[in-house]
């Protein structure tokens, strides 16, 4: 169960020609798998964004005075969780199908919140480094390993929407981390330890719980899926090899190359580190600026919440319109347009309600664009191991631009910080120039995939003899994947 493919390759359907399944039906069936598998993907990516920026909640809460903390050393403790963050993204998402979705997802989660419940322990610089550092290290794989194990589930079309299922609840966090800190830190003083200390150790605690609920709960393919009959998760499979045509692929170092050459992935790549950058800096530095503008701490752990609030409503229906009119370029360029206003009004704001006010632009439009960036790469890259590392590397360019941020926001430049502003600025505008790059390529890259349709596909149609499908069939899906002639990109 743990070992098989994420789309079961014995089960195949004509290319060409739909499922001969009824609309309705599948419609009923994608919700079936909605009820599965979305709620609990979005429970430990909640987890996974609550662990890892819960410490700019418990900075606001005395951790940094506690600890004897410089900002140097504060922001040394936040970067160093990036470093083998990265590093364990790629490995994890080729690992992914080979060790199975339903034995490593909770094993991360269940490690990493032992390690969180850690940092409630801790009495110095050095010991926060280092259990930072391995948060870093098993909470990487997680990001792209759902983006990655949605698609073994769903269409391309239906993507975006679902990771915004479970990516809204990034901001759902930052909402959430605000009220709980609030709470928590009522138990200051209990059993000795200070309430920055209790915000690690039960939002840890409850990780664990979760991860350990995670093995009874994480099908690992559509065939494992309890809640179908045989005939759904049949139908659940054909339709993605209809998707697919190149799922059956097989690991090989060529694909990892052939993605990180791919100059539609480099111009993602690019805009998820700029994205990256804002991004994290908002979820780690939001309670703190909000603190700088003149709040106590908890006025600020509280009215934290609404910019986040506005940011999970914003995520959503952003991606619902980007999967429903298929316009990935267009919502990506939307959103960042919304919080390219936001930072220019917080820099130009000359009044405390006004640059609070700015925060629900710029937190709105910056969270609504991973998932529309992420489904954007992953829509555009075959077969499976190349869109495994398509979608890994664009984390790894969001979280190198989450090492950006963390050096963003010294306190002596707040609370407009100038700097770091001009910086989001110029940011969320090149992440529109390169959407619109993207662009570009794509359609300059399909009309000459279809120019040269025939000599693309000649050594496979010739090989395989007369009556050859004109495609090339399997193995041209499998060798060329988006580069075949009949494979659309999306825009």
């Not at 430990?44 to 900075?59: M, Q, V």
């Not at 209990?190 to 609920?213: N, Q, Y």
């Not at 950058?277 to 934290?304: H, M």
């Not at 006004?354 to 609504?368: D, H, I, K, N, P």
Request: proline share 5%; with cysteine; hydrophobic share 45%.
């Amino acid at each position: 169960m743990g070992s098989s493919s994420f789309v079961d390759d014995d089960v195949s359907v004509a290319k060409g020609a739909l499922p001969d399944v009824d609309p309705a039906e599948e419609r009923r069936i994608v919700r079936k798998l909605d009820y599965c598998l979305i709620p609990i993907m979005s429970l430990f990516y909640f987890l996974s964004f609550l662990d890892r920026a819960n410490i700019g909640n418990a900075r606001v809460a005395g951790l940094q005075a506690d600890l004897g903390l410089t900002d140097t050393q504060y922001q040394i403790c936040v970067t160093v969780l990036y470093v083998p963050y990265i590093v364990a993204e790629i490995p994890s998402n080729l690992l992914l199908r080979k060790i199975g979705p339903n034995i490593m997802m909770p094993t991360i989660l269940t490690l990493w919140g032992m390690i969180c419940a850690l940092q409630g322990a801790v009495t110095s610089y050095a010991g926060l480094v280092v259990v930072r550092a391995f948060l870093g290290l098993v909470e990487g794989p997680m990001f792209p390993g759902i983006v990655l194990y949605l698609s073994g589930f769903y269409t391309r079309k239906e993507l975006s929407l679902r990771i915004a299922l479970f990516f809204s609840t990034a901001s759902l966090s930052g909402a959430f981390s605000g009220l709980l800190a609030a709470a928590i830190e009522n138990m200051d003083g209990m059993r000795g330890r200070p309430g920055w200390a209790w915000i690690f150790i039960l939002e840890g605690l409850f990780t664990v719980l979760v991860g350990l609920s995670g093995f009874f709960l994480v099908p690992s393919t559509p065939q494992d899926v309890r809640f179908l009959t045989q005939a759904e998760r049949d139908t659940v499979s054909r339709r993605l090899l209809h998707d697919h045509p190149a799922a059956a692929s097989r690991f090989s170092f060529r694909e990892v190359g052939r993605s990180a050459a791919s100059p539609h992935v480099v111009l993602t790549f690019i805009a998820l580190f700029l994205n990256g950058t804002t991004l994290y800096g908002l979820a780690l530095f939001l309670p703190s600026i909000v603190n700088q503008l003149g709040f106590s701490a908890t006025r600020t752990q509280l009215i934290s919440v609404g910019p986040f609030a506005a940011g999970f409503v914003v995520t959503l229906v952003s991606s619902y319109l980007s999967d429903r009119y298929q316009r990935r370029a267009a919502l990506a360029t939307v959103n960042a347009l919304i919080a390219t206003a936001g930072f220019v009004l917080f820099l130009r704001s000359t009044t405390t309600s006004g640059a609070y006010g700015s925060l629900f632009l710029s937190v709105s439009g910056t969270y609504a664009l991973p998932p529309v960036l992420s489904a954007w790469m992953a829509n555009n890259s075959e077969p499976h191991y190349r869109r495994a590392t398509s979608v890994a590397l664009g984390f790894v360019a969001t979280n190198a631009g989450g090492i950006l941020s963390t050096w963003s926001f010294p306190k002596k430049e707040g609370p407009r910080f100038v700097r770091t502003t001009i910086m989001d600025i110029t940011f969320s505008v090149l992440i529109v120039v390169f959407a619109l790059l993207n662009v570009l390529y794509l359609s300059w890259a399909t009309r000459t995939k279809h120019r040269r349709r025939a000599a693309l596909l000649a050594p496979y149609v010739s090989d395989s003899g007369p009556g050859a499908p004109e495609d090339g069939g399997p193995r041209a899906w499998a060798e060329l994947g988006d580069r075949h002639p009949d494979f659309r990109y999306a825009l």
